[in-house]
């Protein structure tokens, strides 16, 4: 393979294939809830990324058992990590979260946590806590970033900073815990070369893995208003494929990739439309790379931090 793949990280690090179970447990956001804002980032619907198995009706425990069960005899598979999704999952107070992130680690097969959450929503004392979890379990902490410019963090309506991230990373880093950045291609307050150049960024950081995927303007939300009014131009599906083997070259090859590309349900989908099916997006990405004989870090100039 060409690029640093999740799958294949967990099954050097498990020796054997993990799945995920997506767990709902009823968080909120700030930028939903009145603290910065009601409507969200203007990107944001969480139906767009979120399973429809994956609802807050049933407890943590409960969702758990249920994709267990389901993922066990799709996939004969034996182990999980409990990936605490939709939302801001570290919005509560240390009490809450330690309630909830116990119960899916003490279910059978669970091996660890994938914890979403945003860099304005952590503090020392959450720290602590996903730094005691991680001297049993497997805990990464997915920072959702989304751009390393503010203008463009501005223009979503995020209600933090790039600094703001950059603080979290240094409370973060050093304490055991695997720490995970989301950043979105393709916002129009950027220009190609700005949003390849945040791979060079990337390489800079004390981050393991990295989420990326295009912007995409789906149903119900403020962008897609705005989309309506004042269209601008999103990445085409040749396009991106080009893009994201140009944009992993400039990654250092420890960097693991849990995700290239979005594809969000097409009832609410309105662009970009590329009509493929994640094995075939996943396929012509991985096509890409052999036509151009290149690979994760081809075009990396950075050098590998011990921080990582």
Known sequence: MRY?????????????????VNVDAGFTCPNRD???????????????????SCKPVLSVKE????????????????????????????????????????????????????????????????????????????????????????????????????????????????????IGMHIIAGFPTEIREEMLSMADEISTLPVRFLKIHQLQIVKDTPLANLFSEKPFPVFDYGEYLDFAVDFIERLPTDIVLQRLFATAPDAILIAPKWERSKHEILRDIEQRFLQRDTYQGKKCSVALRDSR
Do not use: M, W
């Not at 009145?34 to 399973?51: E, H």
């Open 34 to 52: 009145g603290t910065l804002g009601v409507s969200g980032c203007i990107y944001c619907n969480n139906d767009s990324f979120r399973p429809s």
């Open 63 to 178: 969702q758990v058992r249920n994709g267990i069960g389901y993922l066990s005899k799709r996939y004969r598979t034996e182990k999980f990590i409990v990936y605490f999704q939709p939302y801001t999952n570290t919005y509560r107070t240390v009490q809450e979260l330690e309630v909830l992130y116990q119960e899916a680690l003490d279910e059978q097969d669970v091996v660890g946590l994938a914890i979403g959450t945003r860099p304005d929503c952590i503090d020392a004392e959450k720290i602590d806590l996903l730094e005691s979890l991680a001297q049993r379990h497997f805990i990464l902490v997915e920072y959702g970033v989304q751009s390393i410019y503010d203008k463009s963090l501005k223009f979503i309506k995020r209600g933090h900073d790039y600094q703001t991230f950059l603080n979290a990373l240094n409370e973060t880093k050093g304490r055991g815990i695997e």
């Open 4 to 20: 640093n793949s999740f799958g294949r990280f967990i099954r050097k690090r498990f020796g054997t294939s993990v799945y995920k």
